[in-house]
């Protein structure tokens, strides 16, 4: 079972910052957060992960808060091909992922 | 590098049927993961194959199987379809190695049961 809460949709205006919450409450020492995103019709996308450190890529940042019970994915400049399903997903480093319901971002021109 | 593939990308089978799906991982790649992606349980991990074991498993009956053969290349099987086996059946691949492996997927197949 999915161990994380996301709300269901958002809405982000295009150009603007999304910045997409998600709640772990009961994420163990040894487990990382994950996010993945799924475009219409598409398989799931990697996007980032961290253990307590915020992490940054070329397409997002995550930030985990310093009891690891929350993160937020930021997506800096959201254009319209950001629209998607964005999971968070906590796991050990044993590749067993379990999805939740994900959050549907959608961004309007 | 050419990605996940999987075959056949439709298929239409009915109730009672077994039917088998295949994906290649992308190369050099020897973990091997399936889900079930279906409108209403969302995506659901079925297993995980490396060096064709299966190491981790999810919770689906039995007539769910899969297996990895030594190029990586992996099957699932479903037996005794049901309508609701009708679904998007996803596989990911990965390097599969100790600590996290980025999962790669592909474009799934589209399985409708009748």
């Known amino acids: 079972d999915a161990k994380t809460t996301q709300p269901p949709s958002m809405d982000c205006a295009e150009g603007r910052a999304a910045n997409l919450p998600c709640n772990h409450s009961t994420i163990s020492g040894n487990e990382y957060v994950y996010w993945y995103r799924q475009i219409h019709s598409q398989g799931p996308q990697y996007i980032i992960h961290g253990l307590k450190n915020n992490e940054t890529n070329e397409m997002a940042s995550l930030i985990i808060t310093e009891d690891r019970k929350s993160s937020t994915l930021i997506l800096p400049h959201a254009t319209l091909r950001d629209t998607a399903v964005y999971y968070c997903?906590?796991?050990?480093?044993?590749?067993?992922?379990?999805f939740g319901a994900g959050t549907r971002l959608t961004v309007k021109p | 590098k050419a990605g996940v593939t999987q075959t056949p990308r439709y298929l239409i089978k009915t109730r009672g049927q077994q039917v088998t799906l295949s994906c290649s991982p992308i190369?050099?790649?020897?973990?091997v993961s399936w889900y079930q992606q279906t409108p209403g349980q969302g995506l659901q991990f079925l297993f995980e194959?490396?060096?064709?074991?299966?190491?981790n498993k999810g919770n689906f009956p039995g007539r769910f199987s899969g297996r990895q053969f030594s190029n990586s290349r992996s099957e699932m099987n479903v037996s005794t379809l049901e309508l609701g086996d009708s679904a998007l059946y996803l596989c990911?691949?990965?390097?599969?190695?100790?600590?996290?492996?980025?999962?790669?997927f592909g474009p799934g197949t589209r399985l409708t049961v009748l």
């Open positions: 194959y490396f060096s064709e074991t299966q190491r």
């Open positions: 997903i906590v796991m050990d480093n044993n590749n067993d992922m379990r």
């Open positions: 190369s050099g790649h020897r973990s």
């Open positions: 990911a691949s990965s390097r599969g190695g100790a600590g996290y492996n980025e999962q790669f």
